[in-house]
């Protein structure tokens, strides 16, 4: 499984209230959240993000409230994946239960710059920087938390498990 697209960059402890403020939660439908995704943090993100685009953050990517419409609006937005120094750990797992992949990598998060273009192979965990020629060792997700992502998220794989 990989992804590939253009890095949109953030700073530390980017919480759920401005990735999909709280004043938009009227609605569990991913378009219409996508349509305010970091709205109060970046609010021409929407007009530049296009499918396949990829997040970089450093610390704390996350943090906040538990609300899973963080990682539903994000992921409705089209972002492949979300590379951080670290996650808030109940975004990790809300991220992991709809089928957004994720990825822990310091020094990914601080090398890559905005508008990068970036590839990642989430079987090995290597993230690489197709602007600069770099690569960078990600953690790689065990091979259940593969299947998940791949069913699009963790009701999608229960219900097709065999």
């Known amino acids: ?13 980017v919480d759920t209230d401005v990735i999909i403020p709280a004043r938009y939660l009227n609605s569990s439908d991913p378009k219409e959240l996508a ?17 396949g685009d990829i997040i970089v953050a450093n610390k704390n990517f996350g943090c906040g409230s538990s609300r ?35 990825i822990e990598c310091p020094q990914a998060a601080r090398e890559i710059e905005a508008g990068d273009q970036v590839e990642i192979d989430f079987d090995t965990g290597i993230i690489y920087d197709r602007t600069k020629g770099t690569s960078y060792q990600g953690q790689a997700f065990p091979e259940f938390m593969q299947r998940i992502i791949k069913a699009e998220g963790l ?8």
């Open 1 to 13: 499984m990989r992804a590939f697209g253009r890095v949109h960059k953030y700073g530390d402890n």
């Open 35 to 51: 349509s305010k995704c970091m709205i109060d943090i970046d609010q021409d993100f929407v007009n530049r993000v296009v499918p």
């Open 68 to 102: 899973e419409h963080a990682p539903i609006a994000i992921k409705g937005a089209g972002i492949s994946c979300v590379i951080a120094e670290t996650f808030a750990r109940i975004f990790y797992r809300n991220a992991i239960n709809i089928g957004l992949p994720i």
């Open 155 to 162: 009701i999608n794989y229960i219900n097709h498990k065999e």
